[in-house]
C-alpha cells in the first residue's frame, strides 16, 4: 500500500480531481467501474504525478495506506450509495469514505449514520467550482466528524483553491453539515444569476441595447463592488458572437433555463424551516416559469395588451438608470446572501451544526460559482459579531443598502409600470420593507384565523392568548 488517498469514479469531476491530487504531490490510487476511463486517463495523464490505477476495488483499497482515505466521485444517487457501502464492505473501522458528489443533505446525515455505526468516518464534502475548479482549485465544504477532519485536511488543503493565499477549505461542521452549506451555496448562485439575467433584460428590452453594449456595461461593474466570476463571465456571455450567422449568441439561445435541484432542494429546505429565502425562491421559481413552453406560447397567443416593456428614456436618463440597476442588483444580492446565511444559522441550530458563518465565507472567496470579492467584506462581519442577527444590520451593508435604496425602489417601480418581469429584484425589495416595517399586516391574518379557525391571537395591550366570538351579537372577546 503506498497511496495517501483514492479517487472512485473517473469522469469528468473525479478525473479533475484525481488529478489536481496529484499535482500537488499527493499518491493517488484510481479507480473507475468501466476499466477503460482509468486506463484513458493514464494514458493521457499518468505523467502528471504518482498513480495506483486499480482494476478492482479490492486492488483499489489494497493501495490505500491506512487509515485510508477514498473519495467518491460517482453519479449522485444510487450509484453513490452502492459505492459507499461496496467500499465500507471492504475497508476496516478508522478509515473514511469522502462522498464529494452533490448530495441531498439528508441523504449524507442518513449514510453517515450507518458508515459510523460500522466504525468507519463517512464525510459528505460540497465541491464547488464544475470540472475546472476540481483541477485547479475547488472551493471545498466538508462536513463529518472532526477527527476525519484531522486526516483530511491536508489534502484538501493541498488541492483547494487559494484566496489571498488561503487554502478555500474548512471543516463545515458534523454529518451533513458541507453537504448543506454547499447547497445553500447554490441556491444563492441561483439568485445571483437571476439578479444578473434581470438585469439584462431591463437594458435590452427597457434600454434596447445591444447585448455588446450590455457586456461593456457588466465589464465596468466588474470593477465596483460587484466584482465577481458571476459578472465577469456575463461580459464574456454577452459579447460572444456566433460564427454562422454573425448575431449575438444570447439572441439564439433558446429561453429556458434548466437546473438540477440544489436550487429547488434550498427553497424546500428553508419552507420546512420557515425562513424566508424569497431572493432564492423567486430565482428558482423564474427558471421554472422560462421553461413552461406551452404556457407562455398560450400567453404569446392570448395578446394581452399592456407596455411593452420600453423605457423611452434619452441618454442621460438613460445612463442614471443603468447606474440605478446596478444599486438595485447589489442591494438584492445583499438581500439574497443574508437570507442564505439565515438559512445556515437556522439549519445548524436544528441540526446541531456548530458552523462558523465568517470561515463559509471565506472559502467562497475562490474556486466556487458564487466567488466575489464583497465576500471579504461579508466574513468581517460575520467575524466582528456585527452580522450575527441578519448580514443587513452590519453598518457596511447596512450602509450599502440606504446607497442603494432610491436606486432599487425606482427600477422595481419603473419594471412594473413598463412591464419587465423582476421578480427577484421586487422579492428582495419586499422583503427589506417587511423587515423594516413596525407593524405588518400578520395582524388581520391573526383575525382572520381566529375568525375561521379559533386559532386564538395575542394583544399589543396586555399579555395572554384570546378569542373572539365573531360570529356571536356583539363579537366578544374571551380568554382562552
Ligand atoms: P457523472 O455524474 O456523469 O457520473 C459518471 C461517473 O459515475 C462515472 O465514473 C461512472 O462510471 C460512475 N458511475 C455511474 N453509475 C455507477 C454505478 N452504478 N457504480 C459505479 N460507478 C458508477 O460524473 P461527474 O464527474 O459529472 O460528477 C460526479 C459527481 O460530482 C456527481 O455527484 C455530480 O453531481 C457532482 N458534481 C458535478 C459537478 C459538475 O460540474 N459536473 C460539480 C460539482 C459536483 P462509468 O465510467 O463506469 O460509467
Excluded at 109 to 133: D, M, N, Q, T, Y
Excluded at 153 to 171: D, L, Q
Excluded at 279 to 296: K, P, T
Aim: charged content about 25%; some cysteine.
Amino acid at each position: 500500500a503506498e497511496a495517501n488517498v483514492g479517487v472512485v469514479g473517473l469522469a469528468a469531476m473525479g478525473g479533475s480531481l484525481a488529478r489536481n491530487l496529484a499535482h500537488h504531490g499527493n499518491k493517488v490510487a484510481v479507480f473507475n467501474r468501466t476499466y477503460a476511463r482509468t486506463e484513458k486517463l493514464m494514458n493521457e495523464h499518468g505523467g502528471e504525478g504518482e498513480f495506483y490505477p486499480a482494476k478492482t476495488l479490492e486492488e483499489f483499497v489494497d493501495s490505500l495506506v491506512k487509515p485510508r482515505t477514498a473519495i467518491i466521485m460517482v453519479k449522485a444517487g444510487e450509484p453513490t450509495d452502492a459505492m459507499i457501502n461496496a467500499l465500507a464492505d471492504l475497508m476496516e473501522p478508522g478509515d473514511i469514505i469522502v462522498d464529494a458528489g452533490n448530495a441531498y443533505f439528508p441523504d449524507t446525515i442518513r449514510r453517515e449514520k450507518e458508515i459510523s455505526a460500522r466504525g468507519l468516518h463517512f464525510v459528505g464534502c460540497g465541491v464547488s467550482g464544475g470540472e475546472e475548479g476540481a483541477l485547479l482549485g475547488p472551493s471545498m465544504m466538508p462536513g463529518g466528524s472532526e477527527e476525519s477532519w484531522k486526516t483530511l485536511k491536508p489534502i484538501f488543503e493541498s488541492i483547494a483553491a487559494k484566496a489571498e493565499g488561503e487554502p478555500c477549505v474548512t471543516h463545515i461542521g458534523l454529518n451533513g453539515a458541507g453537504h448543506f452549506v454547499k447547497m445553500v451555496h447554490n441556491g444563492i448562485e441561483y439568485s445571483d444569476m437571476q439578479l444578473i439575467a434581470e438585469s439584462y433584460d431591463l437594458m435590452r428590452r427597457g434600454l434596447g441595447m445591444t447585448p455588446a453594449e450590455i457586456g461593456d456595461v457588466f465589464e465596468e461593474w466588474n470593477k465596483t463592488e460587484l466584482d465577481s466570476y458571476l459578472i465577469e463571465i456575463t461580459a464574456e456571455v454577452l459579447h460572444q458572437v456566433d460564427k454562422k450567422t454573425g448575431k449575438p449568441l444570447v439572441d439564439l439561445i433558446v429561453d429556458h433555463a434548466g437546473m438540477k435541484g440544489t436550487g429547488t432542494w434550498t427553497v424546500q429546505t428553508a419552507l420546512s424551516l420557515a425562513v424566508p429565502v424569497t431572493g432564492i425562491a423567486e430565482a428558482v421559481f423564474a427558471r421554472g416559469l422560462s421553461s413552461e413552453a406551452d404556457l407562455r406560447e398560450e400567453a404569446q397567443k392570448q395578446g394581452f395588451a399592456g407596455p411593452d416593456g420600453k423605457l423611452n428614456l434619452n441618454d442621460d436618463e438613460k445612463k442614471a438608470f443603468i447606474e440605478d440597476i446596478r444599486q438595485a442588483l447589489y442591494a438584492s444580492k445583499i438581500v439574497a446572501y443574508a437570507q442564505g446565511f439565515n438559512e445556515i444559522t437556522t439549519a445548524a441550530k436544528e441540526y446541531g451544526w456548530d458552523i462558523d458563518l465568517a470561515a463559509v465565507a471565506r472559502i467562497w472567496r475562490g474556486g466556487c460559482i458564487i466567488r466575489a470579492k464583497f465576500l471579504n467584506r461579508i466574513s468581517e462581519a460575520f467575524e466582528s459579531g456585527e452580522a450575527n442577527v441578519s448580514l443587513l444590520f452590519a453598518p457596511y451593508f447596512k450602509n450599502a443598502i440606504e446607497n442603494a435604496e432610491k436606486s432599487w425602489r425606482n427600477v422595481v417601480a419603473q419594471a412594473a409600470i413598463n412591464g419587465l418581469p423582476t421578480p427577484a429584484f421586487a422579492s428582495s425589495l419586499s422583503y427589506f420593507d417587511g423587515l423594516r416595517s413596525k407593524r405588518l399586516p400578520a395582524a388581520l391574518i391573526q383575525g382572520q384565523r381566529d375568525y375561521f379557525g379559533a386559532h386564538t391571537y395575542q394583544r399589543v395591550d396586555q399579555p395572554g392568548a384570546f378569542h373572539t366570538l365573531w360570529a356571536e351579537p356583539g363579537r366578544e372577546e374571551i380568554e382562552a
